[in-house]
């Protein structure tokens, strides 16, 4: 199926069985998450491992996000996430590498600067809600940020390159929880997949959580992040971003 025929089935799904809320509602929350990353990245040049050339491992982060949800038939529900993805590592050049223009060889120290920070814009609708849930709609990862790597060659010169990180990229969003009646317990997941023109996304977390009766709660589980980029802003990746978070949420 591609990428249109599945988008539209989507588009049918979700106004065929609304079940918008029945009040306005506001959930907010605030994730740390601590992840391990893998994978290799290349910029007008051979593959580069995070791991054996950038000395990349692991790193912790902050999520936000808000969504509004309200009762109007037809109109979707929204949400929007802020995600802080970016750190700094050092390491020593397992092979020979080229990066935007650069020239690193073997055994040189190396710096990586990298920003994965993205917004998320997600428009969905309820199709169940009780205590079964189930949300289905269409989100956009839209990315401000860069990659920049820097080396001390052998001879004590000085070298880096960075290259920009600045588009968007569509995606399907589902969420499923289920509810634990009268206890504020509930376990659920989200799942999104996304392509465009030859960059591959997918972000899937899991998790269980509680919420009292006054709306605070907590929320605990594990994410997948992985960026399969082609040629993004002349960037080119196979990451995986994977951990577990934790979460305080409000709903009123």
């Known amino acids: 199926m ?3 025929k599945l988008l539209t089935a989507t588009a049918l799904l979700v106004t065929s069985g609304i079940a918008n809320a029945d009040t306005l509602g506001v959930y907010a929350g605030v994730e740390r998450w601590d992840y391990d990353l893998d994978g290799n990245l ?4 051979n593959n580069i491992d995070i791991n054996n050339d950038l000395g990349l491992k692991s790193d912790d982060n902050i999520t936000k996000y808000l969504a509004f949800e309200h009762p109007v038939p037809l109109l979707p529900n929204v949400m929007i996430r802020q ?21 690193v060889n073997t055994g040189d120290s190396t710096q990586l600067a990298y920003n994965l920070d993205h917004n998320e814009y997600t ?19 839209q990315f401000d940020g860069s990659v920049f790597i820097a080396a001390n060659l052998g001879s004590n010169a000085a070298t880096s390159a960075n290259v920009d990180l600045k588009g968007s990229v569509p995606m399907l969003y589902g969420k499923a929880q289920f509810d634990l009646p009268f206890t504020g317990l509930s376990a659920g997941g989200t799942v999104q997949l996304g392509q465009f023109n030859d960059d591959k996304l997918s972000d899937i977390q899991a ?4 919420e009292s009766d006054i709306g605070l709660g907590i929320k605990a589980g594990y994410r997948i992040f992985e960026l399969e980029f082609d040629d993004f802003d002349q960037l080119n990746s196979d990451l995986t971003i994977d951990g577990f978070y934790a979460a305080l949420t409000f709903h009123f």
């Open 2 to 4: 591609n990428k249109f």
């Open 42 to 45: 290349s910029s007008l040049g």
């Open 83 to 103: 995600v802080d993805l970016r750190g700094v590592s050092n390491g020593n050049a397992s092979q020979d590498f080229t990066f935007s223009g650069i020239t």
């Open 123 to 141: 428009l969905y609708y309820e199709i169940l809600d009780n205590w079964v849930n189930l949300d289905l709609g269409l989100s956009a990862k």
């Open 207 to 210: 998790y269980i959580a509680y």
